[in-house]
C-alpha cells in the first residue's frame, strides 16, 4: 500500500502518477492535511487509482488545530509491541522496531508483514495515545502447510469507545449482524462517526482443518472527517490460482448492493467453473494458499455517497513460501546405543545429542530422530528413530555397511527415480532422471 500527503486546506484534486504532483507528497508531515492511498505493487501503476482525497486533520479555528488521527507503520513477521511517545514517527519501546508514517512494503515471502498503530491528536495537543499494533498484510504459505487463514470484521460505533469483541466461534466466515459485525466496513458517517476493525488467525493447517483464534482489537479503521465529509466503505475479494502468471481478470459486480462479494472468476476472458482450481467465485475471505493453489489474489472497490465504484486490478495477497525460505523446519537428535533406545517424550530430548559427528565404541551404534517445528513455534512430537550406523557382520560374513542419500524436488507425487547402483564409497551424483543426490538432507 502507498500514502500520499497534501497540505492545502481547500480540497485537492485526486493525485495521479507516484503520488508526487499537484502538492502531492509521499513524505508525512506536520502541515499535512489530506491522505490519499493506493494498493499496487509499484507506485506508479497506470491501471490502479490513487483513493480519493481523505482528510484526517481538521480545520484550523483560532489558530488551533482540530482533532485528528495519526497513523504509525512497521514491518515485522511477530506482533511488535505497542509504540510510545507522541514523536513524529513513535518510538518501540525496546528499541527493536522502527516505526516510520509511510507504509512499509513488507516482505510476505518470508513473513514479514506490515503493521498499523493509531494515535489520536486532540484540539489542545494532547493525545490517545498510540493503539496496539495491527495488522495489514496477508501472510505466506511455508514448508509444505497452507498459509494462515485471516479473517477481519468491522462495526460503527456513534462515539470513539470501542466496542465489544464478537463472539469467539469456529464457523469460517464468521459475523455477528444483529452485534453490528460484518465482514467489510460501512462506511463512516456524521452520525457514526467511528468504524472499529477486528481480526483473527487461523493457524496454518492441512486440508482445511485447524482452530480458529480469538478475534483481537479493535482497532479504529476510520473516523468521520472534520469537514463532514462521507466516510468511505471498502470491500475486499480474494481468488486463488496455481501461478502468477494466470492472474484473474479484474471483476465486475453486479450491481450496487453491499457486500456483492462473489463475482464470477474470469481468467483471460475465460469463465472459471466449479473444476477450475480455486472454484468458481470470487470469496469474501482469504482461503489460503497451499501447495496446488500458490497465489491468492485481492481486489477492492470503494464505496462513495452510497455508490460503489468498480473493482480494482486484482494484486497478489499471499504466495506460497518457496523452497529454502524459512518457515517450520526439521529437528534432529543423535544417540550412542548398543540396542535401540526409546524415543524421547520430553521436549528437551533428555540423554540425546545435537551432536551428528558422533563415533560409537565398538559395538554400539549412533541413532536418530527427528521432529517438525512449526512456523508459530509450536513443536511436534519426536519421530522416525532410525539407526544411522551400521551393523557389525555375524557368523564370519563381511560386516555391512548402510548409506543414505538425499534429494529434493517441488512434486510431491512425482516421486525421484532411484540411483543407479554405484560400488564407490560414499556416492553421490546424478540419478537416471536427472535428479542430484546428497550426502545429508
Not at 8 to 30: E, K, L, S
Not at 141 to 157: A, L, P, Q, R, W
Not at 300 to 320: E, L
Not at 422 to 433: A, H, L
Request: aromatic fraction near 12%; glycine fraction near 10%; proline fraction near 8%.
Amino acid at each position: 500500500m502507498w500514502t500520499t500527503y497534501n497540505d492545502n486546506d481547500a480540497i485537492p484534486d485526486r493525485p495521479t502518477g507516484d503520488g508526487t504532483t499537484n502538492g502531492w507528497h509521499r513524505n508525512y508531515t506536520a502541515s499535512a492535511i489530506w491522505m490519499s492511498t493506493k494498493s499496487s505493487i509499484e507506485v506508479d501503476d497506470p491501471n490502479v487509482e490513487w483513493g480519493d482525497p481523505n482528510r484526517f486533520r481538521g480545520a484550523s479555528v483560532a489558530g488551533k488545530d482540530g482533532e485528528y488521527t495519526r497513523f504509525a507503520y512497521t514491518e515485522s513477521s511477530v506482533p511488535p509491541p505497542t509504540p510510545i511517545g507522541d514523536t513524529v514517527p513513535p518510538k518501540d519501546p525496546n528499541n527493536k522496531y522502527t516505526w516510520t508514517m509511510d507504509p512499509p512494503q513488507g516482505d510476505p515471502e518470508k513473513g514479514i508483514w506490515v503493521w498499523q498503530s493509531i494515535q489520536t491528536v486532540y484540539s489542545d495537543k494532547s493525545t490517545s495515545g498510540w493503539s496496539e499494533p495491527f495488522r495489514l498484510t496477508g501472510a505466506d504459505g511455508k514448508d509444505g502447510n497452507d498459509g494462515n487463514d485471516i479473517e477481519f470484521v468491522y462495526k460503527i460505533t456513534q462515539n470513539n469507545s470501542a466496542p465489544t469483541l464478537p463472539a469467539n466461534s469456529n464457523r469460517d466466515d464468521y459475523t455477528e449482524p444483529n452485534n453490528g459485525w460484518y465482514d467489510n466496513p460501512q462506511g463512516v458517517s456524521e452520525t457514526w462517526q467511528y468504524e472499529w476493525v477486528a481480526q483473527r488467525t487461523k493457524p496454518a493447517a492441512k486440508a482445511g482443518t485447524g482452530n480458529w483464534g480469538n478475534w483481537q482489537g479493535p482497532t479504529l479503521w476510520s473516523k468521520w472527517g472534520e469537514k463532514g465529509m462521507d466516510g468511505d466503505g471498502y470491500e475486499y475479494i480474494y481468488y486463488r490460482t496455481q501461478a502468477e502468471n494466470i492472474a484473474p481478470d479484474t471483476p465486475v459486480a453486479a450491481n450496487n448492493t453491499d457486500d456483492e462479494a462473489r463475482p464470477q472468476a474470469f481468467i483471460n476472458g475465460v469463465a472459471q467453473t466449479t473444476t477450475s482450481p480455486g472454484g468458481m467465485y470470487w470469496t469474501d475471505d482469504p482461503q489460503g494458499v497451499r501447495e496446488n493453489l500458490m497465489f491468492e489474489w485481492v481486489s477492492v472497490r470503494k464505496k462513495t455517497d452510497g455508490v460503489w465504484s468498480a473493482f480494482q486490478k486484482p494484486a497478489i495477497w499471499a504466495k506460497w513460501g518457496e523452497t529454502g525460505l524459512s518457515g517450520g523446519n526439521y529437528q534432529y537428535r543423535y544417540k550412542i546405543s548398543a540396542t535401540t533406545p526409546s524415543i524421547p517424550t520430553d521436549q528437551a530430548a533428555s540423554g540425546w545429542s545435537e551432536d551428528s559427528e558422533m563415533v560409537p565404541p565398538e559395538g554400539q551404534y549412533v541413532w536418530q530422530i527427528h521432529r517438525f517445528k512449526n512456523a508459530d513455534g509450536s513443536l511436534m512430537a519426536w519421530t522416525g528413530l532410525i539407526r544411522l550406523t551400521g551393523a557389525d557382520g555375524k557368523d564370519g560374513e563381511d560386516g555391512n555397511s548402510i548409506e543414505f542419500l538425499y534429494a529434493r524436488n517441488n512434486d510431491k507425487d512425482n516421486y525421484p527415480q532411484k540411483p543407479n547402483s554405484n560400488q564407490t564409497t560414499d556416492w553421490t551424483g546424478t540419478g537416471p532422471d536427472g535428479t542430484q543426490w546428497f550426502d545429508n538432507p
